[in-house]
Each structure stands twice: as structure tokens, then as C-alpha cells.
């Protein structure tokens, strides 16, 4: 392996968009969660997809690893060149490339955000639906196969790419897919390199589906006396059909870190977050429903909004739940895992991590996007403490063992990374064996993000 081989080859195709600088190399070596920093030997910004082939094939001449950086907020270290190597930044290919109204798909660059393309789109009456909290770039996205809070109606990344261009790891330039809504020809090449992080190919390009803005939309909060019972609340709404755009839970704890970092008033208990979409009758329908269950569980406070700027408020509020967990516990590091379940073993998931976080003495409020079995624990930790990182570790494990006896997944839309890389054989099994296949023939070198997703092993 020759890193500095590898610098020294690309030095003179990309002059100054090559970066050694201290400064540039320790931003991309950063996280918002709590691993250590693992800055790159070098940052690139291409800004084609040749110039992306190029560095590719530089990389594989000379062994060295690369990394795909977007925004850097993923939560499982998928973007950290933990290896050394180059960060691939492809923030400078952020242009919306086409946008296909009559066949509501737009093309787009990997370096475009969630919050550029729905403001291109402002005009168009259309939007891309899939907002993982975070101003992601739809490249990452893509590669850690997001969701959010709208998944419960639209999907996740996986159910909103049509077509993508990737650079694979001898630097050649593959397109997958197409602009049809579905296909019967060959392997699904489009759906494997979603949610891959970056480990069988650079994505370059990707085709989108869009979505109408709804003509009416209805935001709603209410409270609980326990998890519980907003839990079964939950369940009953999605096992009676209501068509939901979002319903999300927070905990008292979660609530508590609102109010410090944004400024409400809620009271301190478990919450869900609502909003419905669709015809204003449909909206009024769909309302009225769920209101009828939501009050046989013990549901109260119930506040009503069909105001844009009040709406926007209180998702606002919901996507920086990673910076509110940080009023909690002030001056340590969080701790981000989430887990997905079954929707009728959601309850005993949630009561699961709420008791042993309090056995165990940690503070991890709980926000989830429970319309699908999905939420999150943010536990605040210090890694400079090594017997509450032991409590930290046991906790996330019981929380992971706990999602796979109940017949969910150890996450929901984190991605594995490098946290988690330890119960991919308790949850995959024998398939783990042709992941590891699929990995030596897409990248023989291991060059493209090695160390992640895959547990050490061999085939």
C-alpha cells in the first residue's frame, strides 16, 4: 500500500482541490457522535464523475483507501477514513442536474442536499420526501439508505431511487437502473449499492422520485402518561389504517432537552408528533380518527396547527433532537444507536430501553419514527470514562439483542458503520458469508471505506 503514492499521482491532475492542510484534513475526520477522530491522509474535491474515475483508479494502482464524504453526519462512522487514505468530498457536485415533471423524478448530483433540491423544486409543485433530520447530502443518503420521519408514508431511500451512476473500484463508470418505475432485467444492482456505505462503489449520479405537494397538511401534538400507552396508540393507528405522513414519539426525557435547546414549553412526558397530508376533507377524516384512538389510550393536550411557520417549528424542533440530547448530561458526548422492531413488539422494545437506561444509571432519551418500529436512544457518555463506557456497551447490547429476539434489526436507518459491525453475524447468519463475497468481487483491493459495514473475517 503507498498512500503517498497515491497523493503524489493526483497532486498534479487536481492541483488545489488536493488538500494535505492540518485543518481541512481534521474536518473530515470528525462526528457528531462519539468515536474517535480518524482524520484523512488527504481530502479531494472532485467535481465530475471522471475526475471521481481518476482518483479511483489512482487509489487502486497504489492500494490506498478512499472514503466518500458528504456532510459528515452520519452516526456510525461510515464517513471517517479510519484507515487512512483519502476523503473523498463531493460536495462540490451538488448541481440538479434534470427535473422530469411529467415523470415526477428529478437527477441529480451526490453532493445536492435534501434542503437545495426541495428548494429548487419550490416552484415545480413537487418534493423529495425523505428527510433523515440532518441537511444530508442525497449521496450519503443514498449510501447509508436513510429514512426519516415521512418514511411511515413515503419509504426510505431504498423505495425513492430509481437510477444512480457509480464508480466501482477499478474506477470504472456503471449507470444501474432506469427511469421505468420497475424492471425484470438482471441483478438489482440499483438496491445493492443503497445502503452499502460506500464500500462497493462511489456514487455519482442519482435519479430520484418526487412526490406532489399535499394540498392540505395538518400537524398535531399530544401527551401521554407513560411510553406506553402513546406506543399502543401508535400501534392501533397504523393497525387501523390511517394514512399517516408522520407520527413520532418522544420520551419525557427527549422532551426535556426540547425545552432547554429550543425553547418550548411542553410538559414533561411522552409525546407523539403527528402530521397528516392529503385533500382538506381527507386531512379533517384522517384527524378526527385518529384523534378518537389516540384518546381511548389516555391521550391529552392535543395541540392543532395547519399554519406553515408553526409546522415548521415543531419539525424543526424534532430534526435537532441530536442537539437537544446534548443539553442533557452538558459536557459529554452522545452516544446515537437506533434499532428497528416489529410494529406489535414496539412497546416492549421501548419499555426495554427506557428500564435498563435507568438500572444502568445513563441518561438516553428515546424520539423514534414509530409508524415503522424505528427509534433511536441517544445515550450521553463520556469516552474518557472507561466504567460508563462499560454501562454505555451494555446497554446498546441489550438494546440490539433485544430488536433481534423480537424480529427486527439491530438499526433502522443508522447504518452498521463501525458500531455495530458485531452483531452483523447474529443477524445476518450464513448470508454474512456472501456479503463478504460480494465485497471481494465488487472491490478486490478493499480499498473503497475499508473496515466498515463487514466484521473482520474471511469468506
Not at 403527528?274 to 384523534?291: D, N, R
Amino acid at each position: 500500500m503507498s498512500i503517498d503514492g497515491a497523493i503524489a499521482a493526483l497532486k498534479p491532475v487536481l492541483g488545489d482541490r488536493l488538500s494535505t492542510a492540518q485543518a481541512i484534513r481534521d474536518q473530515h475526520g470528525a462526528n457528531e457522535s462519539h468515536f474517535a477522530p480518524a482524520p484523512p491522509d488527504a481530502v479531494i474535491f472532485p467535481e465530475t464523475t471522471e475526475e471521481v474515475a481518476t482518483v479511483i483508479r489512482a487509489c487502486a494502482e497504489h492500494g490506498c483507501p478512499v472514503v466518500a464524504w458528504g456532510t459528515g453526519t452520519a452516526l456510525e462512522a461510515q464517513h471517517l477514513a479510519t484507515q487512512g487514505g483519502i476523503s473523498l468530498d463531493m460536495s462540490r457536485m451538488n448541481k440538479v442536474l434534470e427535473v422530469r415533471g411529467e415523470d415526477l423524478n428529478v437527477v441529480v448530483q451526490p453532493g445536492v442536499t435534501r434542503e437545495q433540491l426541495n428548494e429548487e423544486l419550490r416552484a415545480t409543485g413537487l418534493f423529495f420526501p425523505i428527510d433523515p433530520g440532518a441537511n444530508a447530502s442525497l449521496g450519503g443518503m443514498a449510501a447509508t439508505r436513510a429514512s426519516g420521519t415521512m418514511a411511515v408514508k413515503y419509504g426510505t431511500m431504498r423505495e425513492n431511487i430509481l437510477a444512480l451512476e457509480a464508480v466501482m473500484a477499478d474506477g470504472s463508470v456503471i449507470r444501474t437502473g432506469s427511469q421505468a418505475r420497475k424492471s425484470s432485467s438482471g441483478y438489482d444492482l440499483t438496491h445493492l449499492l443503497i445502503g452499502s456505505e460506500g464500500t462497493l462503489g462511489i456514487i455519482t449520479e442519482l435519479t430520484l422520485k418526487l412526490q406532489g405537494i399535499p394540498e392540505a397538511i395538518s400537524a398535531a401534538t399530544c401527551r401521554f402518561e407513560s411510553v406506553e400507552d402513546a406506543v399502543n396508540c401508535v400501534i392501533l393507528t397504523i393497525q387501523s389504517g390511517i394514512p399517516m405522513a408522520r407520527i413520532e414519539l418522544v420520551d419525557g426525557m427527549m422532551v426535556k432537552g426540547f425545552n432547554a435547546f429550543a425553547g418550548s414549553d411542553l410538559p414533561e412526558k411522552p409525546h407523539l408528533f403527528l402530521e397528516f397530508t392529503g385533500s382538506p376533507s381527507g386531512v379533517a377524516e384522517q384527524a378526527e380518527l385518529f384523534g378518537g384512538i389516540a384518546e381511548e389510550c389516555g391521550a391529552t393536550g392535543f395541540r392543532w396547527t395547519e399554519k406553515t411557520e408553526e409546522r415548521n417549528e415543531l419539525w424543526k424542533m424534532r430534526h435537532n433532537g441530536h442537539f437537544a440530547t446534548a443539553t442533557l448530561d452538558p459536557g459529554k458526548r452522545t452516544l446515537a444507536t437506533d434499532v428497528c422492531v416489529p410494529i406489535s413488539r414496539l412497546a416492549e422494545a421501548v419499555l426495554t430501553a427506557q428500564s435498563e437506561a435507568a438500572r444502568l444509571g445513563l441518561t438516553a432519551p428515546i424520539v423514534g419514527h414509530v409508524g415503522d418500529g424505528n427509534f433511536h436512544c441517544g445515550v450521553r457518555c463520556d469516552p474518557a470514562d472507561p466504567e460508563e463506557m462499560a454501562r454505555v456497551g451494555e446497554f446498546t447490547h441489550i438494546l440490539a439483542e433485544t430488536a433481534l429476539r423480537l424480529g427486527g434489526t439491530v438499526s433502522g436507518e443508522h447504518g452498521i458503520g463501525l458500531g455495530k459491525q458485531k452483531y452483523m453475524q447474529a443477524e445476518h447468519g450464513p448470508a454474512l458469508h456472501w456479503m463478504r463475497a460480494i465485497k471481494a468481487a465488487f472491490d478486490p483491493g478493499n480499498i473503497l471505506n475499508p473496515g466498515k459495514l463487514l466484521p473482520p473475517g474471511n469468506l
